[in-house]
């Protein structure tokens, strides 16, 4: 009787034990980007405790902190001014003692298409709220593998978007990531990037309205209060998952947060 095997992926093996602190590019330090670095903070704490190297993290965001800020997105009111991934770096440096580092610019190509300075990570979460910037980050990604370093070749990129009440989080390689032989599942090396598997749906939950909010009240127009958090924070489970498990079943999910929906994403 044949037995169809459950599809899954396993983890680059570098990230599972490697001999340095895993390199992180963290894209977008606004109402998810600034909670998804309290979840890498936990989690670079627990590698640790785990016998891990731990994680290496870069933010990159140009955008200062505005009043219309503070609430939704974790800043406080003395920091109102300041560049919001400098601020959430400098805090995540003074908690826990790590060398992270603050990019006060965009993570783009410029004018004559040369790649950002200190692009090159082995894992890239974005956290944007613009198709354009998404396919930005995919065309930097593509280039980026073309590259021969070991330590920092770029393995995955997860992929935060949400609209007012819904959003989702989607896993990609990128590139075929090794899988061992495995007699008990069917593995699956390589997960489509977002922006080739749902160029549709990024269309659909982009906020078309991305001028700067006045006030909290506006902002909240356009993001519910607690969207940002309950992706960071799934989403953060589904990474921790690659290092703790060692492979996943899932890539992602699809939440509403209206009616309390989660659907999950497979590998296959």
């Given at each position: 009787?044949?037995?169809?095997?459950?599809?899954?992926?396993?983890?680059?093996?570098?990230?599972?034990?490697?001999?340095?602190?895993?390199?992180?590019?963290?894209?977008?330090?606004?109402?998810?980007?600034?909670?998804?670095?309290?979840?890498?903070?936990?989690?670079?704490?627990?590698?640790i405790a785990l016998g891990h190297a731990g994680l290496s993290v870069c933010l990159w965001d140009d955008d200062i902190i505005t009043e219309a800020?503070?609430?939704?997105?974790?800043?406080?009111?003395?920091?109102?001014?300041?560049?919001?991934?400098?601020?959430?770096?400098?805090?995540?440096?003074?908690?826990?003692?790590?060398?992270?580092?603050?990019?006060?610019?965009?993570?783009?190509?410029?004018?004559?298409?040369?790649?950002?300075?200190?692009?090159?990570?082995?894992?890239?979460?974005?956290?944007?709220?613009?198709?354009?910037?998404r396919f930005e980050i995919a065309d930097i990604l593509k280039q980026l593998n073309n590259s021969n370093a070991y330590a920092n070749r770029p393995?995955?990129?997860?992929?935060?978007?949400?609209?007012?009440?819904?959003?989702?989080?989607?896993?990609?390689?990128?590139?075929?990531?090794?899988?061992?032989?495995?007699?008990?599942?069917?593995?699956?090396?390589?997960?489509?990037?977002?922006?080739?598997?749902?160029?549709?749906?990024?269309?659909?939950?982009?906020?078309?309205?991305?001028?700067?909010?006045?006030?909290?009240?506006?902002?909240?127009?356009?993001?519910?209060?607690?969207?940002?958090?309950?992706?960071?924070?799934?989403?953060?489970?589904?990474?921790?998952?690659?290092?703790?498990?060692?492979?996943?079943?899932?890539?992602?999910?699809?939440?509403?947060?209206?009616?309390?929906?989660?659907?999950?994403?497979?590998?296959?």
């Amino acid at each position: 009787m044949n037995i169809e095997k459950i599809k899954v992926h396993f983890t680059d093996n570098y990230l599972i034990n490697p001999t340095n602190p895993i390199t992180v590019n963290l894209i977008g330090a606004g109402g998810t980007g600034s909670k998804v670095v309290t979840s890498l903070i936990e989690m670079n704490h627990s590698l640790i405790a785990l016998g891990h190297a731990g994680l290496s993290v870069c933010l990159w965001d140009d955008d200062i902190i505005t009043e219309a800020n503070l609430g939704r997105q974790r800043f406080a009111d003395s920091e109102t001014g300041l560049y919001k991934s400098v601020a959430l770096i400098n805090r995540a440096n003074r908690w826990s003692g790590t060398n992270w580092k603050a990019e006060t610019i965009k993570f783009e190509k410029d004018s004559l298409e040369r790649l950002p300075e200190n692009a090159a990570a082995s894992i890239f979460i974005s956290c944007v709220d613009s198709v354009k910037a998404r396919f930005e980050i995919a065309d930097i990604l593509k280039q980026l593998n073309n590259s021969n370093a070991y330590a920092n070749r770029p393995r995955y990129w997860m992929d935060f978007g949400n609209s007012q009440h819904t959003g989702q989080v989607i896993l990609s390689s990128i590139g075929n990531i090794k899988q061992p032989n495995s007699e008990k599942y069917e593995t699956v090396a390589n997960l489509p990037f977002v922006t080739e598997e749902f160029p549709e749906l990024l269309k659909q939950s982009e906020i078309t309205d991305d001028t700067p909010s006045c006030s909290l009240a506006e902002a909240l127009g356009k993001q519910d209060l607690y969207i940002n958090s309950a992706l960071a924070q799934i989403g953060s489970s589904l990474l921790w998952g690659l290092f703790r498990n060692g492979l996943t079943q899932y890539r992602g999910f699809f939440l509403n947060l209206k009616d309390f929906r989660s659907q999950p994403v497979p590998v296959g």
